[in-house]
C-alpha cells in the first residue's frame, strides 16, 4: 500500500531494485502455492468444515487477494518502473491492494472474536449451519470492500513529468498525505490490534475466574496424565500464533509508512525503509504455514484421513474446561 505522494519520486537505485524483485518474486511465489494448496484442502474438507475451518478457509482467501491484486502488481511495478494500464486499472489495482489488507486483518479479528466467545460464552450453541453461514466472515468482507474505495478516488493515472505518466495520488499539501496515512495505519492497524489483545486478556481473565471459581474441584471430559486434551486447544494456541505473525509482520511497514509521513527527512529511499515495508507481505506466507503445524495436516488425502475433526460442536463446548485444567496445573506447579 505504497502512498504515493505529490512530488514524482527520483531515478531509481536500480541495484535496490533487483533487490525488491527479488524479494517480491519469493514472497509472491511462496504465498501463491501455500495459500493455494491450503485452499484445495480445506475445500475438498467443506462438508466437515469447523467453524475453525471456516475463518481459516476465508483468511486463505484474504491471503490470495494480498498475493495476486498487492504484491503481484506491486511486483510488476517494480519490473516496469512505472505503472503500465489505464486509469481504470490503475484505481481497481489501488483498490484491490487495500482490500486486501483490509480482509486479511479483519479475517483474524474475527477469527480470534470467535474464540473470545468460545472461552467467554461457551454457552452460546455453534451449530454446522453456524459455521456454514459465518455472518461475522460476512461482516470481514463487506468492511474490506467498503473500506478500499476511497483508493478509487485517492488515485489516477497522472503526469509525474513531462510525457511520463504513473498511477499516482495528489495529496493536499501538508496535511492530505499524513491524513491518509494516519486513518489507514488506525483502521488497517491500531484498532485491529486493540481489538486483538482485549480479546486475549478477556480469554486469560476468564480462564483465571475459572479456576478460582472451581478451586480444587476436577474439570470435566479431563483426559490425559496432565488432565487436558491436547487437540482441544490447539485452535486457541494457533490464532495466537497468528495474530502475533501478524504484528511482527506489519508493525514495521506501519512504522516507516508513518515516519515517511509524518518526516519530511526521513530517509524513504533507503533499503532499510524499502525492505521493511516490503517484508509486510510475508504474513500471507505465515499463515498457511501456521495453519498446517497446528492442525498437522499436509495436502495429501492420508494425512487428511488421520488428522480429520470429526465433531467440532464437541469441541467448542469442552474448551474451557480443557483451560481450566491447564491453568490450574501451572498453578499447582508452582
Avoid at 489516477?156 to 498511477?167: H, I, N, T, W
Amino acid at each position: 500500500m505504497s502512498a504515493n505522494g505529490s512530488q514524482p519520486a527520483d531515478p531509481r537505485d536500480e541495484r535496490l531494485a533487483k533487490v525488491e524483485i527479488s524479494l517480491l518474486g519469493c514472497i509472491f511465489s511462496s504465498a501463491a502455492v501455500l495459500n493455494g494448496a491450503l485452499l484445495l484442502l480445506l475445500w475438498r474438507q467443506r462438508k466437515s468444515a469447523s467453524r475453525m475451518r471456516v475463518f481459516v478457509f476465508h483468511l486463505c482467501l484474504a491471503d490470495l487477494v494480498v498475493t495476486f491484486f498487492q504484491v503481484w502488481p506491486q511486483l510488476m511495478w517494480d519490473v516496469t518502473d512505472r505503472f503500465v494500464g489505464p486509469d481504470a486499472v490503475c484505481r481497481l489495482v489501488k483498490y484491490l491492494q487495500v482490500v486486501g489488507m483490509f480482509s486479511s486483518t479483519y479475517m483474524i479479528v474475527v477469527m480470534t472474536v470467535d474464540r473470545y466467545r468460545a472461552v467467554c460464552h461457551p454457552m452460546v450453541r455453534f451449530t454446522r449451519i453456524h459455521a456454514r453461514v459465518n455472518l461475522p466472515v460476512r461482516a470481514a468482507w463487506g468492511a474490506s470492500l467498503v473500506g478500499g474505495l476511497p483508493q478509487v478516488f485517492i488515485f489516477s493515472l497522472a503526469e509525474v513529468a513531462p510525457g511520463v505518466f504513473d498511477c499516482w495520488a495528489e495529496f493536499v499539501q501538508p496535511w492530505g498525505l499524513r491524513t491518509y496515512v494516519t486513518w489507514t495505519t488506525l483502521v488497517i492497524f491500531v484498532v485491529p490490534v486493540v481489538t486483538l489483545v482485549f480479546c486475549q486478556v478477556c480469554i486469560c481473565r476468564a480462564i483465571r475466574k475459572n479456576v478460582l471459581r472451581k478451586g480444587a474441584a476436577p474439570p470435566p471430559r479431563a483426559s490425559g496424565a496432565a488432565g487436558m486434551s491436547k487437540a482441544r486447544v490447539k485452535t486457541l494456541k494457533m490464532t495466537v500464533v497468528i495474530v502475533g505473525a501478524y504484528i511482527v509482520c506489519w508493525s514495521p511497514f506501519f512504522t516507516v509508512q508513518l515516519w515517511s509521513a509524518w518526516d519530511d527527512h526521513a530517509p524513504t529511499e533507503t533499503a532499510t525503509f524499502t525492505i521493511l515495508m516490503l517484508l509486510a507481505s510475508l504474513n500471507s506466507c505465515a499463515n498457511p504455514i501456521i495453519y498446517l503445524l497446528f492442525s498437522g495436516q499436509l495436502p495429501t488425502p492420508v494425512c487428511r484421513r488421520r488428522f480429520d475433526i470429526k465433531d467440532s460442536v464437541h469441541e467448542e463446548a469442552t474448551l474451557v474446561s480443557t483451560f481450566h485444567t491447564t491453568f490450574k496445573n501451572l498453578s499447582v506447579s508452582k
